[in-house]
């Protein structure tokens, strides 16, 4: 790979460079870590890499998104807590493949999942993941608006965890670009009414980040939320 990778946004090595791309540049940014944090980050990629080997988006497989996630929240959010990157490398896995990840026989593989992330990992990971995974939804109800009163209520309690999911909110809403017909309303208008929540909660006093990156990250969302607005007018 180029040396100049690490100069590109992360969307245009996943575009010119695929998958190899984003690993290339994950591997140059984790050299910086000492050889424990090291050797933790790129198990915990290994460990993702395995649960999601299946799993695909429209264009893409998914480990692309947890990698562009990761690395988002690495060199554009400046944070460097190892767990935090841990927990962005495996913010699917429980959500997506808890009796994967637990093993058989279990009553909850999502509770028992959490448990094995919290021994291989430490129980800061594992709330972190636990903080950022959706739980089962109320088919008979709007699923989105329970999606989008879970976020609120589970991020208000969790200031570190709105780092890692204001990162997998601005993938998925770039991600809509890639994404036609009915479904593209239907995503907008998921994503679209939580914009301003977010930019509330990453600006509260709490949330771990600079004010610097706060409003580089309110940017990110404005654009968002005129994306989503235009995607919805589109359809009106």
Known sequence: MPSYLETLPLHTITEVYGEAGLRDRFSREVERFEEHDWRRLNRALAL??????????????????????????LCHYEVHDVDVLVAALLHDSVEDHPAELAGDGHDDPSAAALEVLS????????????AVTNPEYDRTRDVHAQYRAHVIASLDRHPTA??????????????????TGPKLRKLASKYRPLVPELKELINRRDTPLPDRIKRHITGQL???????????????
């Open 48 to 73: 993702a890499s395995d649960l999601h080997r299946q799993d695909r988006r429209a264009r893409e497989p998914v480990v692309n998104h947890l990698l562009r996630v990761t690395l988002r929240v």
């Open 119 to 130: 021994e291989e990992f430490g129980p800061r990971v594992a709330g972190l993941v636990h």
């Open 162 to 179: 709105r780092i890692i999911k204001v990162s997998d909110f601005t993938d998925n809403g770039v991600g809509l670009v890639h994404t």
């Open 222 to 236: 404005d654009r968002a939320d005129q994306r989503f607005t235009a995607i919805l007018r589109l359809g009106s």
